[in-house]
Each structure stands twice: as structure tokens, then as C-alpha cells.
């Protein structure tokens, strides 16, 4: 069985047994691999805490027919600890771990998307800004990155130069009055300046956002991410917006 060593964020945890775990994670090198760390359930485990939801570890497995094996652990950024007392960058921590855990496959390299998980854990973790935006902002990027860039400002189906004020999420975004289908609806031109500041990473806007525009685009923001992934993110209901 080959040794390796990779960067992980812990995405989720499984009890196996009386004393080990299941762990997921997203590697910066292998992509998503599913690990059992044995014995880390016991309160003389070397490395129980440090392969908890969303702490970025240094990890060494071995390599397994259809599971690895821990052998080693060292923390690399404690965010699981300071996410969790705060509860709603909590929740928006939950959401982006299940977000992840959806839109990467086993043992398929995925760098882009675990550097932006890890980069919105830090936000998260270090309050830089507010976390209903961090968790939006991840997910708009997220979606780009596996291949579903929303538009916010040019038609998504002809490609007109925009601003437009009807969005469609099965068309890809904003669309031109000529290509609007039926039942789009007409968010407010703030809310999709909004999302495209955050698509771009374009904090200083985003930050000076009204609040009503915030809960307008995270509605967009979730009916666009269940599209693409036929189903919905359950812990995204647990989220608190301000």
C-alpha cells in the first residue's frame, strides 16, 4: 500500500465502530479521498481533534482498495475551533463543507477548489468580512470553478453587453430582454452588481452592501447552486441572514 503525505481540509466525519472514523476530505494534490483514522475517537487519540469539520491538516494516509488509513495528522489552521463559536459562520461553514463534498470528485485533483475553500475558511475564521458574504462569494467562485460561471452583468445566452435586470437561473444568469424566458425574475440592479462584486472578489462594494440586496442574491445565489447540482445544499436552511 503506497504512503503518501497532501494538504486536506476535513469536509465530514463518520463514526466506524466503537473507536474510529470515516473522514472525507478535500487534499490539495488527490481531491476528495475518504480515510479511516482508527482509534480517533478515544480520549488518548494522538490526533482526534485535529481531524474534526473544517481544520486544514497535514496529512500522511496509506493508501487503500477503497479506503485510506490515517497514520498522521498535524494541524496546518485550527479554523474548525474558531468557526464553531460563532454560530452563524458556523452554519456558512457547514454549508461551504457540504458545497465542497458535492462538487469535487474522489481522487480527481481539484487545487482551485481547495484553495478557495481554504480561503474562505481563513475569512471566516478570521471575521474579515460578513459571513452570509464569504459564504456566497464561495459559492458563486465554486460554481465557476467547476465549470458554471453565472453572469451577473452580460446577457449569459447572447452575450449582450449588460447591465440587465432579468435573471434566469436555467439560462446561466442575467439574459437580455430578447432572450428572457418566461418566469424570470427581476432582482434589483443592486443585488447583481452585488453578486458580481463578489464573483470578482470585489470587497469593498460588497461590504457596503444594503442588507436587502445581501438576502436577494443569496436567494439567487441557492437556486442557482441546487440547479447545477439537481439537488439542494441542506445545510444552507441553517444559515443565519442578517
Known amino acids: 500500500m503506497p504512503l503518501y503525505r497532501d494538504e486536506a481540509i476535513v469536509l465530514r466525519t463518520h463514526k466506524l465502530g466503537e473507536a474510529d472514523r470515516i473522514i472525507t476530505m478535500l487534499t490539495r494534490r488527490r481531491g476528495r479521498v475518504r480515510a479511516v483514522a482508527k482509534g480517533v475517537r478515544r480520549t488518548k487519540s494522538r490526533f482526534g481533534s485535529r481531524l474534526e469539520p473544517g481544520m486544514v491538516v497535514d496529512v500522511q494516509c496509506y493508501e487503500g482498495r477503497s479506503l485510506d488509513t490515517v497514520t498522521q495528522a498535524e494541524t496546518l489552521a485550527p479554523y474548525g475551533g474558531s468557526i464553531a463559536r460563532d454560530y452563524t459562520s458556523y452554519t456558512a461553514a457547514t454549508a461551504m463543507l ?6 469535487t470528485e474522489e481522487h480527481e485533483p ?133
Do not use: I, M
Open 98 to 103: 457540504e458545497t465542497a463534498l458535492q462538487l
Open 110 to 242: 481539484q487545487t482551485q477548489q481547495y484553495l478557495l475553500l481554504t480561503g474562505a475558511l481563513r475569512s471566516l475564521a478570521e471575521h474579515t468580512h460578513d459571513p452570509g458574504l464569504v459564504l456566497d462569494a464561495y459559492l458563486v467562485r465554486a460554481l465557476a470553478v467547476a465549470g458554471w460561471a453565472p453572469s451577473f452583468r452580460d446577457c449569459a445566452k447572447c452575450g449582450a453587453p449588460g447591465p440587465h435586470r432579468a435573471f434566469n437561473v436555467q439560462s446561466g444568469g442575467a439574459v437580455c430582454p430578447v432572450c428572457r424566458p418566461p418566469g424570470s425574475s427581476a432582482p434589483a440592479p443592486e443585488t447583481l452588481e452585488l453578486l458580481a462584486a463578489l464573483l470578482c472578489g470585489d470587497w469593498e462594494p460588497a461590504d457596503a452592501s444594503d442588507p436587502r440586496h445581501r438576502r436577494q442574491g443569496s436567494g439567487l445565489v441557492a437556486a442557482f447552486l441546487q440547479w447545477h447540482l439537481e439537488r439542494g445544499v441542506r445545510s444552507l436552511r441553517l444559515v443565519e441572514r442578517g
